[in-house]
């Protein structure tokens, strides 16, 4: 059968969609992914051939202004257009968006075609576009079973967020750390804004490094385009041993080489770090939807999986104190990296795909 799946906008909808895509790919289906017009999109799935990949008219909607509402409207009946067209050649057995509003047309699309259509939220509050989508679809799965209520009138099966293939493969911890420069003797810290970086938190780490002894600990640290240059002098200057790069494509390693990390708490972030059972210190975008970053990260704080570091309370002293604290408690990390592991879904992408596939079949 085929199927079509919108997974655009951010790593966080694009990186699980590509596992459940990979998923039906390995059952014997064909997979359309619908993209963003984003260049995040057109880097992740370069060389991805196994799917057919369509980058498709869109745009979040940027406040209730009539100018936000015209050209939020525009993008919109220009995507839903494509999408209807892509469908009438394709004819899709099910629609599955990971979130976002590049989401809503696809899904739209697949109800006028009357097949199956579904939603995949991971956080543990839906956003809005989401919201929207819910009231479209044959059902929404969910990443965290605390977001279930959010959705009182919807059929909602958790599922989990799924990790795409490639972080499934073995990593070798020597060989992980030598292709970054790094040695074996150090402890490892990760710094990773996500998919486009994030400003906030690579200020709050530069700052920090002034705190920090130049020897404690070796740094991958993943700052974004814009900040980059930035990020490398302060390395630099603090005489830290240190691999910086704007973007990274083969995060198994990343992690395999990590001791613990930094990082915003996007759902996927999230599900990656628990699959490394990587303890972590977080600290939520200050600026996420109805702060679902806060919420997503109060999860691992009860599970005593990650330390919960708002952005405003991320001065240098703080987070130099607690980077050294679990640096100088060994036993801590251990176990704090048992209880991120305990967080981790297991075969999330399949589960969404036997969904998927069970309606689509009936």
Do not use: W
């Not at 745009?59 to 892509?86: D, M, N, T």
């Not at 199956?116 to 969910?142: E, R, Y």
Request: aromatic share 6%; glycine share 8%.
């Amino acid at each position: 059968m085929n199927f079509a799946i919108a997974a655009g906008g951010t790593g966080g909808h694009l990186f699980p969609g590509l596992a459940v895509g990979e998923v039906l790919r390995a059952r014997g289906h064909e997979v359309m992914l619908i993209v963003s017009e984003k260049e995040i999109d057109a880097i992740a799935t370069q060389g991805r051939v196994e799917f057919r990949v369509e980058r498709v008219h869109g745009i979040g909607l940027q406040g209730r202004s009539p100018v936000a509402l015209l050209k939020f409207a525009l993008k919109f009946y220009a995507g839903l257009r494509q999408c209807r067209a892509l469908f009438a050649a394709f004819r899709p057995a099910a629609v599955l968006g990971m979130g976002g509003f590049t989401s809503l047309a696809p899904i739209l699309a697949g109800r006028k075609r009357k097949v199956p259509t579904f939603v995949h939220d991971s956080n543990a509050v839906p956003g809005k576009a989401n919201k929207i989508n819910a009231h479209f679809c044959t059902a929404v799965l969910l990443g965290f079973a605390e977001c279930v209520q959010h959705f009182p009138k919807q059929e909602c099966i958790v599922t989990g967020t799924p990790v795409r293939s490639s972080l499934a493969q073995s990593v070798d911890r020597a060989q992980a750390l030598e292709s970054f420069g790094l040695d074996l003797t150090s402890k490892t810290l990760l710094v990773m804004g996500g998919s486009q970086g994030a400003h906030g938190l690579n200020i709050a780490v530069c700052r920090a490094l002034a705190a920090m002894k130049a020897g404690e600990l070796q740094v991958i640290h993943l700052a974004g385009q814009q900040d980059e240059e930035m990020v490398r002098a302060a390395y630099a200057k603090a005489g830290m041993r240190a691999y910086v790069a704007p973007f990274f494509n083969r995060m198994e390693n990343a992690y395999g080489a990590a001791d613990f990390a930094i990082a915003r708490s996007g759902a996927a972030s999230l599900t990656e770090l628990s699959h490394f059972s990587l303890p972590s210190i977080l600290i939520p975008y200050p600026f996420a939807a109805e702060d679902h970053q806060t919420l997503n990260a109060k999860i691992f704080e009860r599970a005593e999986a990650g330390v919960l570091l708002p952005e405003r309370e991320a001065t240098p002293e703080v987070l130099a104190q607690i980077i050294r604290a679990l640096l100088d408690e060994p036993a801590r990390l251990a176990e704090m990296s048992a209880r991120a592991g305990e967080l981790a879904p297991r075969d999330a992408a399949a589960r969404v795909a036997d969904v998927i596939l069970s309606h689509a079949t009936r």
